[in-house]
């Protein structure tokens, strides 16, 4: 009897504790709701136990038809975690090998013959991502398939960023190559096979690819997914607004994106890795695998997952989404048996991530409202940039107090002390560190018990190392502020170090533009006018895009026409 009594005491204690986390939950989405910053399905398990499921807005904004557990969003980026699997599976049948070259099984790629399938999933193939930089070559009258893919880089043969196998970037083009990879070595289309292998033994019943445009079909439970306009003052589908509009015309490639999906069909795909359902667990350790070509944390990744560590979490493979229309994320504490997933059709919208983790890892969350106040004279020594490896951030005062600029997003400020901070979206400690002068150097990072790369706050420009991409963000950063003499600052430091950087030298000519610097704008525009950023991607198309951004912010067109014209475009 006594031994029934602790078992039921354990029991009810279990699901208090779960319905605390659970209510905790929906207090935070709740909130980001009301403030217009989550629209869309947010489930939460642990050890495969739904703890928290619920839907938040409109699947049809039109028609007012509500989100639920079964509406069908578009997966994005979360979908590369299928296109690794459908390689892993054809992998452990005999049909092709992780080491095989690119070439042997799409011919067309001889140009790429030192490209291997294996770098292509761990994203060190240097292959240049086709979404933004190839966007001249593109018929955009029609709607392009991964087969009018093979055939650009077949025809125009774009340089690699790097060798094979050296450097990690980034590329949607790998993925999608791959999934050519998948058909030639399986027979059969890539749906059909991801089909046939994944989707139907999994039960994952409303689990397809799908291209809306491309092969529309009747779908009940679809999520339309909204941007929003500037210009009309309301959430519109991407197809209406011309910065977005090339969902339309590469909406028929698959494989980096592509495949849409629920929450509860994820879930089962999550279980499913679990219990290797598909491939061995061998197999499974080469996709949680990190290459080792690149020290940053943010670039630790496997087959179509993200891999990350810490101390209190233990191991996480995760991936994020993002597309014009949609934000998606799951996230797998596989020592844990913890998962979240988030799909929102409202693409401004925030991904709660590490508010939700606090509150499975029964940590405290940060709460807005017992913050601190710090006096100005205290806050106003924070701002300024800093870099975190290579990342770019800011500080800045707005309004209402602070706020941390990274990775296009701002996020306030809140203090526990004169030196402590976080932030809603990213709750990790951080602590602002000071010299022997009392000047602030930067300030150190806390998460879960793993101390992460301190943030340096960079006090002289003229003298920072930092990798290309530092700069470009930095200064494209300051033009969109029209803080035009910082941004042609950090410009002007960064040619320094690459001198041969077009994107550099394209944000460079725009800041002397805007700072009333026309002829020293013209003389660089005018001096790369034939080139291309990357094969494919023209420097005058660059331009043309630009300009059509900053007309968007508000920025006064007369000198970017008079410039338009005078370089006849």
Known sequence: MKSILVLLFLLFAHLATGQD??????????AMHQEGKLNGCVLVAEKGHILYNKSFGYADEAKKRKLDENSIFELASVSKQFTAMAIVILKEKGKLGFDDKLSKHIPELAA???ITLRQMLNHTSGLPDYVFNLDSLFDKSKISTNHDLVNIFQ???????????????YSNTGYDLLAVVVERASGMLFGDFLRKAIFKPLKMNNTFVYSRRLAPKQLDNYAYGYTYSEQSKKYV?????????FVVWLDGIAGAGGISSTVMDLLKWD?????????????????FSDPGVSKAISERYGFGWFLESFADLGKIVNHSGGWPGYRTFIDRHIDKDKTIIVLLNHDDGLIPLQGIRRILADKPFFDPAKAKPVSDSILSRYAGV?????????IEKKEDGYYLFQENAYYKMYFSSDVDFFNMEHPSEKHFVTDASGRVSGYQRFYFGTALPMAHKIVKPDTIVADEQFFNFAGWHFLEQKKFEKAIRYLKRGLELYPDALLIQGNLAHGYLFNNDYEAAS???????????????????????DFMHFKKLGFDPEWMDKMLNELKL
């Open 271 to 287: 279980r499913a890795l679990y219990k290797h359902k598909l491939v061995s667990a061998e197999s499974m350790k080469s996709v």
């Open 112 to 114: 790429y013959e030192n």
């Open 237 to 245: 589908l991407p197809d209406e607004e011309e910065y977005s509009r």
């Open 21 to 30: 986390k659970a209510h905790r939950i929906d207090s935070l989405l709740q």
């Open 155 to 169: 025809k125009h043969k774009p340089a690699l960023l790097f060798k094979p196998g050296t450097k990690w970037a």
């Open 523 to 545: 003389t660089i525009y005018k001096k790369h006018i034939g080139e291309e950023i990357v094969q494919g991607f023209a420097w005058t198309d660059m331009i043309r895009q």
């Open 386 to 394: 800093y870099k975190v490896e290579n990342v770019f951030v800011s």
